[in-house]
């Protein structure tokens, strides 16, 4: 409707007003300064908001010279160019102190109206009266000087380097690195600087559950320390680590049996194991679970039945200790699921993770061979990239609110938000 009472105004001979050109330039992700090129004798200019009509934008006269704007059905997409003129510093007190090529990349809108439809003037209205809105990205930078600086835009659509599809949606499958936001990505590290990408798990597992309670200041949330592995089973200390878990074994005869208590149990049948002198041992290692909410309390050996991954009133949990010199760390030829995970701080000053604590798995019989990514270990702590992943992290819970060494409950919460609108992604992420 604006539109089609311009058109009328610019299609007689005198359409009693001058054309006013406003540009609002984003400077950081969502914030924006606002600049006109209509010069008369005020030193500002109002217009109402695009979106919100009833917020009134305030745009700065300076000297600006806009080419190439043109519309075209034909050859290549328009990429006009901006000149702006930092006038008594205009532009840098408008943008702080920042340097311009970090405005590549962000938005630069083009509104056009008549002078008599701004804000205060006899034509104003809500919507505002105004020519479609053109949304140009800031590309380059073509020139710098004391007194200005030249942009050139492009379309959202010639955007030059950018190829679609911009990131590759697997169903089913996150795409996203892991941990490659996490908050341990901070200022202060000197390898952890930049996020890679959506997902923001902490990379030495640390997580303040929505249902973890609070310091006791009432408003910091109690950070918890959880790890989960690439079968999507909970990693739980045992034997020589920090507050290792109670685990009573299983019998046919067990009392007393409640949600969230371990158990563990003998593996059914025999595996081999592989030991760091080169020998193999048949061997039966010992399996660990979790008890389920939907088991109730107060049950029997005999009504949870025998643990496995079929009984669906338990769920498998993977023991691990503190790594420590002079022990020997298996690994099993038919399945990886019982070779040895440990924790360890890396004391290496050198390495990327240095001073962080990880969790490792074994991939070859090792004693005395400290944990690292090569030959014996690997990342113990991985994600499977599917939602049961994200929300066995995300969704945890500890089973002793306010107790920061307490493990996860079995059943993770099903309404927490998963970051960047869980994936393929439903959030922008630069």
């Not at 990131?167 to 996203?176: D, G």
Request: proline share 6%.
């Amino acid at each position: 409707m604006s539109e089609q009472i311009l058109i009328k105004d610019l299609q007689k001979l005198e359409p009693g007003s001058e054309l006013v050109e406003l540009f609002e330039l984003e400077y950081s992700t969502g914030v924006f300064a606002y600049f006109s090129s209509f010069q008369d004798n005020t030193t500002a200019l109002q217009f109402r908001d695009y979106l919100a009509n009833g917020t009134i934008r305030t745009y700065t006269q300076i000297p600006i010279t806009a080419a190439g704007f043109e519309k075209k059905i034909q050859g290549a997409a328009t990429r006009p160019t901006l000149t702006i003129a930092n006038v008594e510093n205009t532009l840098s007190s408008a943008v702080g102190d920042l340097d311009y090529t970090k405005l590549l990349g962000l938005k630069l809108i083009r509104r056009t109206t008549l002078k008599k439809y701004l804000y205060g003037e006899s034509g104003d209205a809500s919507p505002p009266i105004e020519y479609p809105r053109e949304v140009f990205y800031i590309d380059r930078m073509t020139e710098r000087t004391k007194v200005s600086v030249k942009f050139e835009l492009a379309s959202p659509f010639d955007l030059q380097g950018v190829t679609l599809p911009k990131r590759n949606v697997i169903a089913n499958r996150c795409p996203w690195i892991y941990q490659g936001a996490g908050s341990h990505l901070d200022e202060a590290s000197q390898t952890y600087k930049k996020a890679q990408s959506g997902c923001s798990w902490h990379l030495e597992g640390k997580f303040k559950s929505p249902n973890g309670g609070f310091e006791a200041d009432g408003v910091t949330r109690k950070e918890y320390t959880f790890y989960v592995n690439q079968d999507d089973h909970y990693i739980v200390p045992t034997g020589n680590a920090s507050n290792p878990i109670t685990a009573t074994t299983y019998s046919n005869g067990l009392t007393g049996i409640d949600p969230n208590e371990y158990l563990k149990s003998t593996h059914a049948t025999a595996l081999t194991r592989l030991n760091p002198d080169g020998t193999t041992t048949s061997n039966s290692p010992l399996e660990f679970w979790q008890v389920k909410l939907n088991a109730g309390t107060g049950q029997t050996g005999a009504q949870l039945g025998v643990p496995s991954d079929s009984n669906l009133k338990v769920i498998r949990v993977i023991p691990y200790t503190l790594w420590a010199t002079n022990t020997d760390y298996h690994t099993f030829a038919e399945n990886d699921l019982f070779n040895s995970y440990i924790i360890h701080t890396d004391d290496v000053n050198t390495s990327p993770t240095f001073q962080k604590t990880l969790i490792w798995k074994a991939k070859k019989p090792s004693r005395n061979i400290k944990p690292a990514h090569g030959e014996y270990w690997e990342r113990g702590d991985v994600c499977s990239k599917s939602l049961t992943g994200c929300k066995k992290r995300f969704g945890a819970v500890p089973i002793t609110t306010g107790s920061a060494s307490s493990t996860a409950t079995a059943e993770p919460l099903t309404n927490v938000v998963i970051p960047f609108g869980g994936f393929p992604g439903a959030k922008g992420f630069s």
